[in-house]
């Protein structure tokens, strides 16, 4: 009876180890696919980090300076790029008023009147906003996925190393039940 039931959880474990095996590769199919996904898709918009002249304060030199000069390939890259580099800058813009306030704001003067002064610099500072923080959310989708696709790669260690306890120890338990079985 004790050799049947190391037999049968030692074969659940091998089964459980070929499980995790097959996890891990399609983990690991995942985590690079999005981090070439990632890295193509912002090859492809070329653009280059700052260099180190344009960085104006020491919270943009903590974040970028380490990218300085360099293309973007990273969703590191781009979160930073976009938290430290555009948002600072819109920010300056518009005294620190989101897109939403100041298309608010450029709504109501352009209804009073279309051609003042003040409507067309808050229709213009609407439209930089809005670019601005299209792109932002843009490269912050990339940060994301870059993300996840970090969490992939050490899920798909995770199930390699969970995949190698449970060969051994269901193989530890195959020859536990031949040493049960012949005593």
Do not use: C
Not at 6 to 26: C, P, R, T
Not at 57 to 74: F, I, N, R, V
Not at 162 to 177: D, E, K, P, Q, T
Request: aromatic content about 6%.
């Amino acid at each position: 009876m004790r050799s049947m039931l190391d037999k049968v959880i030692s074969w659940m474990g091998l089964a459980l180890a070929l499980v995790l095996l097959v996890a891990g590769g399609l983990l690991t199919w995942a985590s690079t696919f999005v981090a070439d996904n990632v890295s193509e898709q912002l090859s492809m918009q070329d653009i280059t980090m700052p260099a180190e002249a344009d960085l104006e304060t020491q919270e943009q030199k903590d974040a970028l300076l380490q990218y300085a000069g360099q293309k973007m390939t990273t969703g590191d890259q781009a979160k930073a790029y976009a938290d430290h580099y555009i948002l600072v800058h819109m920010n300056a813009s518009s005294d620190g008023k989101t897109y939403s306030e100041v298309s608010g704001e450029a709504l109501a003067a352009n209804a009073k009147n279309p051609e003042s002064a003040q409507a067309k610099e808050l229709m213009g500072l609407r439209q930089t906003l809005f670019m601005g923080s299209t792109l932002r959310g843009l490269l912050l989708n990339a940060y994301a996925f870059g993300t996840i696709g970090k969490i992939a790669g050490i899920a798909a260690w995770a199930a390699y190393i969970g995949a190698v306890v449970m060969l051994i120890l269901g193989l530890l338990g195959l020859r536990h039940s031949k040493q049960v079985t012949a005593a």
